[in-house]
């Protein structure tokens, strides 16, 4: 039998999930996964920020052994702005702090240790401020 849970009532967000499944013989499975609802629900605050089209990308995807990533952002927005990377389990590997005028980061792959980081799916975030403001998906390959 299969388990379910109601999400609309969720605000849009990326949200980091943990399931156990157990059979009948009491085998355990873990496994994890991050989530987009888009449900409608923004504070109003959120909601102004939302509205703007940053054009959040990146190139090559996929990609080895580096991507750019290339937004669109306001002055205002700039001064306050930065890019993390995320691992599939939800942990920041990475941070760039955005600068005035700047329209890209390239990413080489390393974490904010310089260790290089293991194929797979990775999430690169655009945050304004302490606000998730857009989040994309970049697979990197060796």
Known sequence: AGESFDSSQFPDNYYYFKVTARDACLNTTIDSMLVYFNNGINNSEDH???????????????????????????????????IEIYNLKGQKIRKFLIFNNQSSIEWDG????????????????????????ISRKMVLLK
């Open 48 to 82: 102004q920020l939302q509205t703007t089209n940053y054009q959040l990308n990146n190139y090559p995807n996929p990609f080895n052994p580096s991507t750019t990533i290339s937004f669109e952002l306001t002055a205002k927005d700039a001064r306050d702005a930065k």
């Open 110 to 133: 390393t974490d904010d240790n310089n260790k290089q980081a293991s194929s797979g799916i990775y999430f690169y975030k655009l945050k304004i401020g302490e606000k998730d403001i």
